[in-house]
């Protein structure tokens, strides 16, 4: 399993618009094999930031998926980022 979490800074007056232009996207990953969740929020703390979680089946699965990566309209919304990539190797209740 792989999990891709982290967040993404943009201009406060931006994010809304931002998190508006990935609804297609996150439909998209949901409906695409090997999605287990995807998720974009906005922080309830930070105005400019950005939350991101998403776990994957498989690499594969993430790759058939990524693509290119954002488009260039949300690239240029971005201010910095810092998100990662967890390989996962076992599972079990919280």
Avoid: K
């Amino acid at each position: 399993m792989i999990i891709i979490s982290g967040w993404i800074r943009v201009d406060p007056g931006a994010r809304d618009a931002y998190l508006r232009g990935c609804v297609s996207m996150v439909e998209q990953a949901r409906a695409s094999a090997g999605c287990l969740d995807f998720a974009l929020g906005a922080d309830l703390v930070e105005a400019d930031r950005i939350n991101v979680y998403e776990r994957w089946e498989s690499e594969e699965s993430l790759d058939a998926f990524r693509g290119s990566g954002p488009s260039d309209d949300q690239t240029v919304m971005i201010r910095d980022a810092e998100v990662a990539r967890h390989q996962i190797s076992g599972v079990g209740p919280a």
